[in-house]
């Protein structure tokens, strides 16, 4: 706890931790201002989580047996559920099979990216930047647009912004509203989402471990140790509220991005 709570004022007043203070010095200080550069703790996490991945489901799946060991049992029902509920279920029996690496691997980046920010020392999940959550969006809104035009050529944008059934007089609301929704607003909120949900989430746990220390350790009033603590208390479902969200928030970036391919290859279905 001690990692992301902070020191009282010299005043004797609490002071709020900020975004700021998540950072831990630069560990390759060049060009990695306020830890989101490649060489910065962000981008070292990002590299770490690539090796985490890697090391678990290779040892997972180094021994099969068919009564499997609990590393692959757990390894075999992420992997089930990526398949099934998000590739299957979403994309159809027809096309699913051959995205199921790539859902995979966007569901267990965000994953793991996300829960290294509940350990103390990291502090701040990956996707709590705008960078890296700008960029995976970027990656899903470039392979959905693609496997759309390499599906249906360039027909596709006019599959995407005109709608069928729409009547004629319709279409000069219509269409803009399209390519605004589909083009502009989709890769966006698709970023932000994630941002803003990892990184109120955690904010809200560093303000409630911070001000249970400044009221603990700070003050004399036996009223305010007492709240200290009550907060302190509440601190720990605050802290698994924080790790669901963490789940939650990878499988609704990948839930997204199939349901963007889906829309992508089955274009002319709408």
């Known amino acids: 706890?001690?990692?992301?709570?902070?020191?009282?004022?010299?005043?004797?007043?609490?002071?709020?931790?900020?975004?700021?203070?998540?950072?831990?010095?630069?560990?390759?200080?060049?060009?990695?201002?306020?830890?989101?550069?490649?060489?910065?703790?962000?981008?070292?996490?990002?590299?770490?989580?690539?090796?985490?991945?890697?090391?678990?489901?290779?040892?997972?799946?180094?021994?099969?047996?068919?009564?499997?060991?609990?590393?692959?049992?757990?390894?075999?029902?992420?992997?089930?559920?990526?398949?099934?509920?998000?590739?299957?279920?979403?994309?159809?029996?027809?096309?699913?099979?051959?995205?199921?690496?790539?859902?995979?691997?966007?569901?267990?980046?965000?994953?793991?990216?996300?829960?290294?920010?509940a350990i103390p020392v990291i502090q701040m999940p990956s996707f709590s930047h705008a960078g890296p959550a700008y960029v995976m969006a970027g990656i899903i809104y470039v392979t959905w647009i693609g496997v759309g035009i390499q599906k249906h050529g360039l027909r596709y944008f006019k599959l995407v912004c005109i709608p069928s059934g729409v009547p004629w007089y319709v279409m000069p609301v219509m269409i803009p509203l399209e390519i605004i929704s589909n083009f502009i607003v989709r890769p966006l909120t698709h970023s932000l989402r994630v941002m803003a949900v990892m990184l109120a989430g955690h904010m809200i746990v560093m303000i409630a471990a911070s001000g249970a220390e400044f009221l603990v350790t700070q003050q004399d009033n036996i009223f305010l140790n007492a709240t200290g603590i009550i907060v302190l208390i509440g601190f720990v479902p605050l802290y698994f509220l924080e790790l669901l969200l963490m789940v939650l928030q990878a499988f609704v970036f990948a839930l997204l991005t199939a349901i963007y391919l889906q829309g992508a290859i089955e274009a002319d279905a709408h």
């Not at 090796?51 to 060991?69: E, G």
């Open 1 to 117: 706890m001690s990692t992301l709570a902070l020191s009282a004022a010299d005043g004797g007043e609490f002071q709020p931790p900020t975004i700021n203070d998540t950072h831990l010095p630069e560990i390759l200080p060049w060009g990695a201002e306020w830890g989101e550069g490649i060489l910065g703790k962000n981008g070292l996490v990002l590299l770490a989580s690539v090796v985490v991945i890697w090391a678990f489901f290779h040892f997972a799946i180094r021994r099969q047996s068919l009564v499997p060991t609990r590393t692959q049992f757990i390894a075999e029902g992420i992997y089930g559920f990526v398949r099934n509920s998000l590739g299957r279920d979403i994309l159809g029996e027809k096309y699913f099979k051959p995205w199921v690496p790539f859902l995979f691997a966007v569901f267990t980046f965000i994953l793991v990216n996300n829960l290294m920010g």
